[in-house]
């Protein structure tokens, strides 16, 4: 399975219309499938919707120069997924330690709106990012599309796995605990959808999981 998608992928052609769009308008932007980001022997992986057009889209890693990036790095550091300063910029220096992060879609969609065969042809490459995991043991995913789309990569039905912010699904016979998060997006915590409360519950838990597995 391929991880990660070429440079100039040209599998969804309104993506790579739009794609081509924003290089005209932006030069000076990443324009390109956002690749993962972060360690390749991570227990933990993140899944989110897809690459925001002047965050990961501009600068070319994963929740980075957007809303998102803010809390999601913020929790990452606090429980020490992560090492150094995140300054919404990919050449930070930050570090992920024993985590990655990914987008279930890896382009960026127009009005951040991907279409459901887009989701199903990208999902290849969230299916071979997995699989490149040999220790992964955790997986959080942000939003019903990441959650929809990361069952799926498992060959699972949805049915079993219902979407519930805070839920913890065990899965592939207890290989993965698969957690449930609201995306942690600037409308969903604007409108109280997520709290930072909630999202940093479900790192507490991951960390606690982890740490218990090393026991």
Same mark, same amino acid.
């Given at each position: ?38 360690? +390749? ?38 429980? +020490? ?135």
């Amino acid at each position: 399975m391929i991880a990660e998608p070429q440079h100039n992928c040209l599998l969804c052609p309104r993506l790579a219309s739009f794609r081509e769009e924003n290089r005209a308008a932006y030069p000076d932007w990443f324009n390109a499938p956002v690749p993962s980001f972060g360690s +390749s022997d991570a227990r933990l992986l993140i899944v989110g919707l897809a690459p925001g057009l002047k965050g990961a889209n501009r600068t070319g890693r994963p929740f980075t120069g957007d809303y998102a990036g803010l809390l999601l790095y913020k929790m990452l550091l606090k429980y +020490s997924f992560a090492i150094g300063t995140y300054e919404e910029r990919a050449d930070d220096g930050l570090m992920l330690q024993d985590c990655m992060s990914t987008n279930a879609v890896r382009c960026v969609p127009p009005a951040n709106k991907p279409e459901s065969r887009e989701i199903n042809i990208c999902r290849q490459f969230l299916s071979g990012r997995i699989s490149a995991l040999p220790r992964l043991a955790a997986i959080v995913v942000l939003g019903r599309i990441a959650h929809d789309s990361t069952i799926k990569a498992f060959g699972l039905k949805l049915k079993d796995f219902p979407f519930s912010h805070g839920a913890v699904h065990t899965i592939n016979d207890g290989k993965f605990k698969l957690y449930d998060s609201y995306h942690c997006s600037r409308y969903n915590t604007n409108t109280g959808t997520l709290t930072e409360g909630m999202f940093e519950g479900v790192f507490a838990s991951v960390r606690i999981f982890l740490d218990n597995a090393n026991n």
